[in-house]
């Protein structure tokens, strides 16, 4: 089992206010802080990443590098796992 969603992880953008036309789709992101709860959408994160686009009021996008994103709008990407440790055996060699 994963851990929640919080400051510091990678995620994915799965969603949006734009739904389907969200130019944020397929994004990866550094999820930044926890902005507060929304009535509708749960929690809220605040996200940067390259190429990042908010909607502005006027209902177009912007590039601004950062937006806030709805917990379920974001995809958790799990870090790669260490690499297992090497295994001493103790073993008889003959010769």
């Known amino acids: ?5 919080q400051a510091g992880d990678l ?4 969603g949006g206010l734009g739904r389907g036309k969200s130019p944020n789709i397929g994004q990866r992101v550094k999820v930044v802080s926890f ?4 009535s509708q959408h ?3 994160w605040r ?3 390259d190429g990042v686009q908010q909607l502005t009021d ?9 937006a806030d994103f709805a917990q379920s709008w ?4 799990e870090p790669d796992a260490p690499p297992p440790k ?4 103790d073993c008889e060699v003959t010769t």
């Open 1 to 5: 089992m994963s851990a929640p969603l």
């Open 35 to 38: 902005q507060g709860e929304h």
């Open 74 to 77: 974001l995809c958790k990407i």
């Open 11 to 14: 995620a994915e953008v799965v």
């Open 47 to 49: 996200c940067t990443g």
């Open 42 to 44: 749960g929690r809220i």
């Open 86 to 89: 090497a295994i001493e055996r």
């Open 58 to 66: 006027a209902g177009t996008y912007v590039v601004t590098g950062w």
